[in-house]
């Protein structure tokens, strides 16, 4: 029987993506002298190579041996753990990731620094092999440690794998054609453990195996065809040169470890089978795509824990046992002319057991597509180190928060405004070590990632204790973009705010970090996108801190829902400052018809929900209107409706899915009487009713009105 081997594909990249994690996250860690984390090193980058192999991605596992290579004479102590070693490793493991990435896609992957850093790699081996040699003042302990591990006739090798091996995926036949690639090979099947036709299980694996191997290879090259399953089985391997002849694998008759006799197995038999397996793998590992794999892109599949899932299991058990109640309930009441109040009482206690049952389902299937934000924040180390190195700084990266959960689909759209917040703080924040020194700072400076839930939101802060912003210069920046005008006053929040408008940048040269005025606004657009919103805090000489506060999942939304004219909204809570009533007096006149509102000490622009959407029915003077003070990008604004409804948790479901994008909107849901509720886009709104002249004289008339109160203390 044939062994399709392509099924297994998605799993190997799976798992080789989240090997180069391990390598990286190791790597950036590793001291000398550390000899487990070498190790698990080593452990990854030989899964990579051996799968690559076993599934015909030759170019894989070429580039993968030569790394192999040299990690293994770092862990032997052949080789010292140096700086230039690490950031070349760094470099290989990059290499891997695009290798893996072209197998992935079906692609060939063609890119210089592959044979770059592969030469580079050859070259450190060379070239250190030469320079510890010269060190060496002999030669001959080398050769007595060769002679030591290798056998001049070759090995005799027991193989007891456990009973579940066949369901780890690993084939003893792949491993038998990995032997006798090493020289001449005879294997017996030992038979002693096979139980009776009763009591077989179909998926365990009952044979043991007596082997054989003429070869001048070492003991080394021996275990490494079992390395991947060394926890799975138990190996024995002993030089035949150390057996009588009597005991070689020819003569045997009775093993001495196991007492049946011994059945032969042709390994040519096994090759065949291998061979016709062999025929379904991609060619080189390029012409076939492989789909619906994690790790190197936006994956198809999420691990999720088994907590989880048991505790979804039980509460769907709950709502069985709910909805069996009311159906028995409702039995009742057909086969009665009267309703007895008990079994209407039994009924309302019936329903709101349901209710509670489906939202706690509801939130338990949520939970499943929640994944803990390490995800994100296992990439910054690896950049932080690149990054710095460039600059010529000296960088601290401090991580908490990991384990805070949020919603899959959230965390891939996460990533891009994170790198270009985290790079704004190395580049523009944190000083290089010598102003530092001369600022009375510690020379490394710090970078903390922080990440908690506060309410339904998950709030991520970037923090560096660098020279913070320069509001006298990003004043005079926007002045000269235009921005604001000069005998504008701001406060340093709002000029703090700047930073955030499109094409605003402070960089003297243009560099390929920054200075083209295209990062901060991109970083405020994308998160706006999400549900969420991004602040920053910032005290000159001791750093700043960018807020960034997100939903925790796109697909539920905790919202307020309004009425203008006929029609029903939904304003997200996440965005509602406090609602009020508008005020006779309170208002000022701007031109056209658009006004601002007098509001705790500042001004700002008011929206009419009715007249932004041509809403039918008679248009109410503002006086006395109900409104919602809402936020976005750091801007308020009123919103005015007829009538505030309740708030309830609802389901998004996407427009742009069954009908098109609508400015101003960013969903619809269905509310529990069928009908339809459109969910507002905040920050689309400001754009859709607002232009920047009315945004600037609203905040122009709170700058006077706080000059005029100074101005009266």
């Given at each position: 029987?044939?062994?399709?081997?392509?099924?297994?594909?998605?799993?190997?990249?799976?798992?080789?993506?989240?090997g180069?994690?391990l390598?990286?996250?190791?790597?950036?860690?590793?001291?000398?002298?550390?000899?487990?984390?070498?190790?698990?090193?080593?452990?990854?980058?030989h899964?990579?190579k051996?799968?690559?192999?076993?599934?015909g991605?030759?170019?894989?596992?070429?580039?993968?041996?030569?790394?192999?290579?040299?990690?293994?004479?770092?862990?032997?102590?052949?080789?010292?753990?140096?700086?230039?070693?690490?950031?070349?490793?760094?470099?290989?493991?990059?290499?891997?990731?695009?290798?893996?990435?072209?197998a992935?896609?079906?692609?060939?992957?063609e890119?210089?620094?592959?044979?770059?850093v592969?030469?580079?790699l050859?070259?450190?081996?060379?070239?250190?092999?030469?320079?510890?040699?010269?060190?060496?003042?002999?030669?001959?302990?080398?050769?007595?440690?060769?002679?030591?591990e290798?056998?001049?006739?070759?090995?005799?090798?027991?193989?007891?794998?456990r009973?579940y091996?066949?369901?780890?995926?690993?084939?003893?036949?792949?491993?038998?054609?990995a032997?006798?690639?090493?020289?001449e090979?005879?294997?017996?099947?030992?038979?002693?453990?096979?139980?009776?036709?009763?009591?077989?299980?179909?998926?365990?694996?009952?044979?043991?195996?007596?082997?054989?191997?003429v070869?001048?290879?070492?003991?080394?090259?021996?275990?490494?065809?079992?390395?991947?399953?060394?926890?799975?089985?138990?190996?024995?391997?002993t030089?035949?040169?150390a057996?009588?002849?009597?005991?070689?694998?020819?003569?045997?008759?009775?093993p001495?470890?196991?007492s049946?006799?011994?059945?032969?197995?042709?390994?040519?038999?096994?090759?065949?089978?291998?061979?016709?397996?062999?025929?379904?793998?991609?060619?080189?590992?390029?012409?076939?795509?492989?789909?619906?794999?994690?790790?190197?892109?936006?994956?198809?599949?999420?691990?999720?824990?088994?907590?989880?899932?048991?505790?979804?299991?039980?509460?769907?058990?709950?709502?069985?046992?709910?909805?069996?109640?009311?159906?028995?309930?409702?039995?009742?009441?057909?086969?009665?002319?009267?309703?007895?109040?008990?079994?209407?009482?039994?009924?309302?206690?019936?329903m709101g057991?349901?209710?509670?049952?489906?939202?706690?389902?509801?939130?338990?299937?949520?939970?499943?597509?929640?994944?803990?934000?390490?995800?994100?924040?296992?990439?910054?180390?690896?950049?932080?180190?690149?990054?710095?190195?460039?600059?010529?700084?000296k960088?601290?990266?401090?991580?908490?928060?990991?384990q805070?959960?949020?919603?899959k689909?959230?965390?891939e759209?996460?990533?891009?405004?994170?790198?270009?917040?985290?790079?704004?703080?190395?580049?523009?924040?944190?000083?290089?070590?010598?102003?530092?020194?001369a600022?009375?700072?510690?020379?490394?400076?710090?970078?903390?990632?922080?990440?908690?839930?506060q309410?339904?939101?998950?709030?991520?802060?970037?923090?560096?204790?660098?020279?913070?912003?320069?509001?006298?210069?990003?004043?005079?920046?926007?002045i000269?973009?235009?921005?604001?005008?000069e005998?504008?006053?701001?406060?340093?929040?709002?000029?703090h705010?700047?930073?955030?408008?499109?094409?605003?940048?402070?960089a003297?040269?243009v560099?390929?970090?920054?200075?083209?005025?295209v990062?901060?606004?991109?970083?405020?657009?994308?998160?706006?996108?999400?549900?969420?919103?991004?602040?920053?805090?910032?005290?000159?000489?001791?750093?700043?801190?960018?807020?960034?506060?997100?939903?925790?999942?796109?697909?539920?939304?905790?919202?307020?829902?309004?009425?203008?004219?006929?029609?029903?909204?939904?304003?997200?809570?996440?965005?509602?400052?406090?609602?009020?009533?508008?005020?006779?007096?309170?208002?000022?006149?701007?031109a056209?018809?658009e006004?601002?509102?007098?509001?705790r000490?500042?001004?700002?622009?008011?929206?009419?929900?009715?007249?932004?959407?041509?809403?039918?029915?008679?248009?109410?003077?503002?006086e006395?209107?109900l409104?919602?003070?809402?936020?976005?990008?750091?801007?308020?604004?009123g919103?005015?409706?007829?009538?505030?409804?309740?708030?309830?948790?609802v389901?998004?479901?996407?427009?742009e899915?069954?009908?098109?994008?609508v400015?101003?909107?960013?969903?619809?849901?269905?509310?529990g009487?069928?009908?339809?509720?459109?969910?507002?886009d905040?920050?689309?709104?400001?754009?859709?009713g607002?232009?920047?002249?009315?945004?600037?004289?609203?905040q122009e008339?709170?700058?006077?009105?706080?000059?005029e109160?100074?101005?009266?203390?």
């Amino acid at each position: 029987m044939s062994i399709d081997l392509s099924q297994f594909i998605p799993t190997f990249l799976e798992e080789s993506f989240e090997g180069l994690e391990l390598m990286e996250s190791s790597l950036l860690n590793l001291d000398a002298g550390d000899t487990e984390t070498i190790n698990a090193i080593f452990r990854a980058a030989h899964s990579i190579k051996g799968g690559a192999g076993t599934f015909g991605f030759t170019e894989i596992s070429d580039f993968t041996h030569v790394v192999e290579t040299l990690l293994d004479e770092m862990r032997s102590g052949q080789r010292n753990i140096e700086q230039d070693g690490i950031n070349l490793l760094l470099q290989a493991v990059d290499c891997i990731r695009m290798l893996l990435e072209a197998a992935r896609d079906g692609e060939p992957c063609e890119d210089d620094k592959i044979d770059s850093v592969q030469q580079q790699l050859q070259k450190m081996l060379s070239g250190e092999a030469v320079s510890e040699s010269a060190d060496e003042t002999t030669a001959e302990p080398t050769e007595i440690e060769d002679e030591d591990e290798t056998s001049d006739s070759g090995w005799n090798i027991t193989f007891v794998p456990r009973d579940y091996l066949l369901q780890t995926g690993n084939e003893p036949v792949l491993m038998f054609a990995a032997l006798e690639d090493l020289g001449e090979l005879k294997v017996s099947a030992l038979l002693d453990e096979l139980p009776g036709f009763d009591a077989l299980e179909p998926e365990n694996l009952y044979l043991r195996w007596q082997m054989e191997l003429v070869s001048d290879c070492s003991e080394a090259d021996v275990r490494e065809v079992f390395e991947w399953i060394e926890d799975d089985c138990d190996l024995e391997v002993t030089p035949l040169t150390a057996e009588s002849t009597d005991t070689r694998v020819e003569d045997v008759e009775e093993p001495p470890a196991l007492s049946q006799p011994a059945t032969d197995v042709s390994v040519k038999d096994e090759k065949a089978e291998t061979t016709k397996a062999a025929d379904t793998k991609p060619a080189a590992g390029k012409n076939k795509p492989v789909k619906a794999v994690a790790g190197g892109g936006e994956g198809a599949s999420i691990r999720v824990s088994i907590d989880k899932v048991d505790a979804l299991i039980n509460r769907v058990g709950e709502l069985v046992i709910t909805q069996s109640m009311l159906s028995q309930v409702g039995l009742e009441i057909e086969e009665l002319e009267v309703v007895e109040q008990s079994i209407v009482e039994r009924l309302k206690s019936g329903m709101g057991q349901l209710e509670r049952n489906t939202r706690d389902l509801q939130e338990d299937v949520m939970r499943v597509r929640m994944l803990p934000i390490s995800f994100v924040f296992n990439r910054f180390p690896r950049m932080v180190h690149d990054v710095s190195s460039k600059l010529g700084k000296k960088v601290e990266l401090k991580l908490s928060g990991e384990q805070t959960e949020l919603d899959k689909t959230v965390m891939e759209k996460l990533g891009d405004p994170l790198v270009h917040l985290v790079r704004n703080s190395l580049d523009h924040g944190l000083e290089p070590p010598e102003e530092r020194a001369a600022a009375g700072k510690d020379e490394t400076g710090t970078v903390s990632l922080n990440a908690y839930h506060q309410g339904g939101y998950i709030v991520i802060e970037i923090i560096d204790d660098g020279r913070g912003l320069n509001t006298e210069r990003i004043l005079a920046k926007a002045i000269e973009n235009g921005l604001v005008s000069e005998d504008q006053q701001l406060t340093d929040s709002e000029i703090h705010e700047l930073i955030f408008q499109p094409g605003f940048s402070t960089a003297a040269e243009v560099s390929d970090l920054s200075g083209r005025g295209v990062g901060m606004d991109v970083v405020r657009r994308n998160i706006e996108s999400l549900g969420g919103h991004v602040s920053v805090q910032s005290e000159p000489g001791h750093g700043s801190t960018f807020s960034v506060s997100l939903p925790l999942t796109l697909a539920i939304l905790d919202g307020q829902l309004v009425r203008s004219g006929t029609e029903t909204y939904i304003v997200p809570l996440v965005s509602i400052i406090e609602s009020m009533q508008i005020s006779a007096g309170s208002m000022n006149a701007l031109a056209g018809e658009e006004r601002l509102l007098h509001f705790r000490d500042e001004y700002i622009p008011l929206l009419q929900l009715k007249q932004l959407f041509n809403l039918p029915g008679e248009t109410h003077p503002l006086e006395n209107s109900l409104m919602i003070v809402l936020e976005t990008g750091g801007q308020k604004f009123g919103l005015v409706v007829d009538e505030l409804m309740a708030q309830q948790q609802v389901v998004i479901k996407g427009l742009e899915t069954n009908y098109k994008r609508v400015p101003g909107l960013s969903g619809a849901t269905i509310l529990g009487d069928g009908s339809v509720a459109l969910i507002l886009d905040i920050a689309g709104l400001t754009k859709l009713g607002f232009d920047r002249r009315t945004l600037a004289e609203a905040q122009e008339r709170t700058a006077q009105a706080e000059l005029e109160q100074e101005g009266a203390a």
